[in-house]
């Protein structure tokens, strides 16, 4: 649904249980807040305006509500420094590996990790400090201190999750790549960091088959001149080479440690993430520890309600943020669940089985993957036992109205669809959902606490009802403490900053309403403009995503060299369907109708593929700058899309004059 069709009122799809949300961590934080300042929050409107007004009461709240420990001395919460040089708790000292394992009892279950072949490990809590311990042990026998950079080559398994604890114990900065990028693709990544040790799966399993890496690491090695030693993580169990300098991961467990965890400053690296590198060099975002350990147990324990007893499972790789967020359950002392294979493999069923199997209480997954669901015919309320899940997140791209009344008729009427939209750029969200908050099919609940979200028109001035800028007017403790190799902050600057003096850019549409929701309509780096009127891509493919047929869609708008505007339509057809001129007419009248006549495409393309990032996102502008005649090498590195051929494709469209 478009947001210029929010003009009358939509009602629910789902409202909090007043048994249940009376129950749940926000409600028990609203009553410390009470008790700690004097002031009632009647409902979650109210203590949102008050997380943003009173920031430094608000973070202050979190860190004294989850006991996080803090040493040293801290001046203030926040200085009174614009954006981005604002600064928090000079003076604090902690450790995000330490809050990680601080929380669960000794013989509860802290990861449970999952291989596409279906055989699960379970690792408690006192066996993952035990291995977090040795390896801790053995970086720093290798010499590495607070600083040094690690890198892991890794699927999402157990192995990844010590060595990032491990390293974050000591101090170090950790960054990790999945093994669906090649030598060349991370080595572009990080070479830039200079890493000393690097963490290399042997392979990974995906779509039925394993996918042997010793290859890709042993050239990636040889591309990082800076790694002193390399770990060897057996992951499939296949041979390691004789002639290779590595260490097997079991030799650097063994000698038994316990934790040490190095104290550091608020404001120490953590982890380096990465932008997509589909427009160039792919952009080393650095987040400090203290701002990951106030956002995140903020998200999870008030936004999510995840604490001990439940099981939290979200579908990622190691190079997206979701994986990120996942290790930083146990900060609320959940069970993390991991899976190293396809979400569809044997069957687009697979992530629901999961989700059954193993009990979780919070399962995430991309809105592709509802509608894939939904396209298959499933209904996983009626045939798998999925009485423990309470939420069902979505993240990625706008979830369409459609797929929160699916998830109602065919998953639970009880479960609360969690659309949420943020970034890897804050490792973190803008908007979602709480125990407090309705849910209103096409739409995202509300900004998250402590988030000053608002939508600018072309001034600068905020708006509701209608379609703006995604901005943050004040500071929070999750944004990127820098760019790696950006030492006098330019890059980081005009990424966030260039358009409003002050206040961050994130890139998006967005339309706040007028009941406090808030609508993502896709990147306005990729905006449809029809005869000067600003469309979002999303709302098309609400549409045309749900058409019968259809397995995927693409929109772009391409200015032309003559002044012409050419706005074409892609479509990937599900196997023996063709665009006849009927299903053309179909979709443009389904457009019409549940869109707006502007979204009417002028032409619809049968393409055979779609490309992607490594993290799931259609290549609206790469494409754009294709039909506009650019070479390909220009619009995206090779190394960061899903499928080089299928952007390759889009070359035969190139339109350097008018249609």
């Known amino acids: 649904m478009s947001a210029t069709q929010h003009a009358v009122t939509v009602q629910p799809i789902w ?26 929050h009647a409902d979650y409107e109210a203590l949102w305006t008050w997380s943003v007004q009173d920031l430094a009461g608000f973070w202050a709240a979190v860190g004294e509500f989850f006991d996080i420990r803090i040493s040293g001395t801290s001046e203030w919460v926040l200085d009174d420094a614009p954006m981005p040089a604002t600064r928090w708790f000079r003076g604090a000292r902690l450790n995000y590996a330490e809050h990680a394992l601080r929380v669960g009892a000794p013989a509860d279950v802290a990861v449970i990790s999952v291989s596409e072949e279906g055989t699960p490990t379970h690792t408690s809590w006192a066996d993952l400090r035990r291995q977090v311990g040795a390896l801790s042990a053995w970086l720093r026998r290798q010499g590495v ?85 390399t770990v060897e993580v057996p992951n499939l169990g296949l041979p ?49 520890h203290g701002g990951v350990l106030l956002d995140h147990h903020k998200l999870l324990g008030l936004h999510l309600d995840l604490g001990p007893g439940d099981r939290f499972l979200w579908y990622t790789t190691t190079n997206w943020m979701m994986w990120n967020m996942v290790v930083s359950g146990l900060l609320v002392g959940a069970t993390i669940v991991l899976y190293d294979g396809s979400p569809a493999h044997p069957g687009p069923e697979r992530l629901w089985e999961l989700a059954a199997e193993h009990r979780t209480s919070v399962l995430g997954v991309s809105p592709g993957y509802l509608q894939a669901s939904a396209k298959a015919g499933l209904a996983p309320g009626r045939d798998l036992d999925l009485s423990a899940l309470r939420i069902l997140g979505s993240t990625g791209a706008p979830l369409p109205a459609q797929a929160y009344h699916w998830v109602r008729d065919h998953v639970g009427h009880r479960v609360q669809v969690a659309s949420t939209s943020g970034g890897t750029d804050i490792v973190s969200g803008f908007a ?60 980081y600057h005009q990424a966030y900053f260039a358009s409003y003096p002050g206040v961050w850019r994130h890139g998006d549409w967005m339309t706040r309403t007028a009941h406090g929701s808030v609508i993502v309509s896709g990147r306005s780096d990729s905006t449809l403009n029809r005869h000067g009127v600003r469309l979002g891509s ?62 009417v495409p002028d032409t619809i393309i049968e393409v055979p593929a779609l490309p992607h990032t490594r993290t799931g996102k259609k290549l609206e502008v790469p494409v754009k700058r294709l039909l506009q005649g650019a070479d390909i090498d220009q619009v995206a ?14 070359t035969r469209f190139a339109r350097p004059s008018a249609p």
């Open 15 to 40: 409202r909090p249980d007043p048994s249940e949300a009376a129950q749940s961590r926000i409600v028990r934080f609203i009553d410390f807040v009470a008790r700690r300042t004097g002031v009632e």
């Open 145 to 229: 201190t607070a600083g040094d950079r690690v890198a892991g080559y890794l699927p999402d398994t157990l192995h990844s999750v010590i060595a990032f604890l491990a390293c974050a114990s000591i101090g170090a900065v950790w960054s990790a790549c999945g093994q669906d990028y090649g030598a060349e693709g991370a080595a572009k990544r990080f070479a830039q960091l200079e890493p000393v040790v690097l963490f290399a799966a042997d392979g990974y399993r995906w779509n039925g088959r394993r996918h042997d890496c010793r290859a890709q690491t042993a050239a990636l090695r040889q591309a990082l001149p800076s790694v002193g030693a």
């Open 240 to 288: 390691a080479d004789p002639d290779a300098d590595t260490v097997p991961w079991d030799v650097a467990l063994a000698d038994p440690a316990e934790c040490v965890f190095e104290q550091v400053p608020f404001d120490a690296p953590l982890w380096v993430l990465f932008s997509s590198g589909t427009t160039g060099t792919p952009k080393g975002i650095v987040h400090g």
């Open 432 to 491: 979602g959902s709480a125990p407090l908050t309705p849910v209103w099919p096409g739409e995202i609940s509300a900004p998250l606490l402590g988030v000053a979200l608002q939508a600018f028109d072309a001034q600068g001035r905020p708006v509701t009802g209608e379609v703006g800028e995604l901005v943050v007017t004040r500071p929070m403790p999750s944004m990127p403490l820098y760019f790696w190799n950006d030492p006098d902050g330019s890059r």
């Open 538 to 599: 999303a709302d098309i493919y609400a549409v045309v995503d749900e058409l019968p047929g259809i397995r995927e869609s693409l929109v772009t708008g391409a200015e032309l060299p003559d002044g012409d505007y050419w706005m074409p339509l892609f479509v990937v057809l599900e196997p023996g369907r063709e665009l006849t001129d009927e299903l053309r007419d179909t979709i443009a009248t389904a457009i019409h109708t549940h869109a707006s006549p502007r979204h």
């Open 637 to 650: 590195g090779r190394e960061a899309v899903d499928d080089i051929a299928a952007l390759e494709y889009f």
